[in-house]
């Protein structure tokens, strides 16, 4: 058990951009959370799939932003025509559900930097 | 809705001292409450939860919490603080793990 993995782990984007990223979750993990964290406050809640149905997104993912998780297991976020706004640490978290615990286990995060 | 906050930014302890992060929450019902701790160019890691029973909760790396409904408690304490515990805490609240609402973090530092 690796852990949940997040690639690239930096990306530098010009505004108007389309970026992507990857995150693997922990392997016999159902859940899996994309959270977005900003310098000096916590992650906030984007979106989150079981398997690969995605069951909620906030309010904060806005139409530039899509996530996919085509066969349960990968997850992709992509974020388009990329504005300085969206510069943050994007958060990928994993769980078994439905255990009772739900223990999310987060991975080291993509930190993004929109010029 | 739900909402958590850390009141303080910024805390300074000296190593061996006692530590104790306040977090207070705003929740419809019975809570989850967490603590996670982040280390720079760490994930997020959970170090302890509560879901019910004994208002006392025991995590990792010597940490405690206790909730405390008539107060919305949710504070952290650890009883003699290492120089390694230094890092960003933050405390979360929700109806379980994944939609959880975070407050905006801790900073902890620790004088030798």
């Known amino acids: 058990d690796t852990g949940v993995s997040q690639n690239p782990r930096h990306k530098i984007t010009k505004r108007g951009q389309n970026v992507t990223f990857r995150c693997d979750p922990i392997?016999?993990?159902?859940?899996l959370y994309w959270y977005r964290q900003t310098l000096g406050q916590g992650p906030e809640f984007l979106t989150y799939?079981?398997?690969?149905?995605?069951?909620?997104k906030s309010r904060l993912l806005s139409d530039r932003f899509s996530a996919e998780r085509p066969k349960g297991s990968f997850s992709t976020l992509e974020i388009q025509r990329t504005e300085q706004g969206d510069s943050a640490m994007y958060l990928c978290?994993?769980?078994?559900?439905?255990?009772?615990?739900?223990?999310?286990?987060f991975g080291p995060g993509t930190r993004l930097t929109v010029l | 809705a739900q909402s958590v906050t850390q009141p303080d930014i910024h805390i300074t302890v000296s190593e061996g001292a006692s530590l104790e992060l306040r977090c207070n929450y705003s929740?419809?019902?019975?809570?989850?409450l967490f603590w996670y701790v982040q280390s720079p160019g760490q994930g997020l890691q959970l170090l302890l939860k509560?879901?019910?029973?004994?208002?006392l909760v025991q995590g990792i790396k010597g940490f405690e919490a206790e909730f405390k409904r008539s107060q919305s408690s949710f504070n952290l304490r650890k009883p003699s603080v290492h120089w390694s515990d230094a890092a960003e805490y933050f405390c979360?609240?929700?109806?379980?793990?994944?939609?959880?609402?975070f407050g905006d973090g801790t900073t902890l530092t620790v004088k030798p």
């Open positions: 978290a994993s769980s078994f559900y439905p255990l009772s615990t739900d223990t999310q286990y």
């Open positions: 392997s016999e993990h159902n859940r």
């Open positions: 799939f079981q398997n690969e149905a995605q069951l909620e």
């Open positions: 929740y419809g019902a019975t809570p989850y």
């Open positions: 509560y879901f019910s029973g004994d208002t």
């Open positions: 979360a609240v929700g109806p379980n793990a994944g939609k959880s609402t």
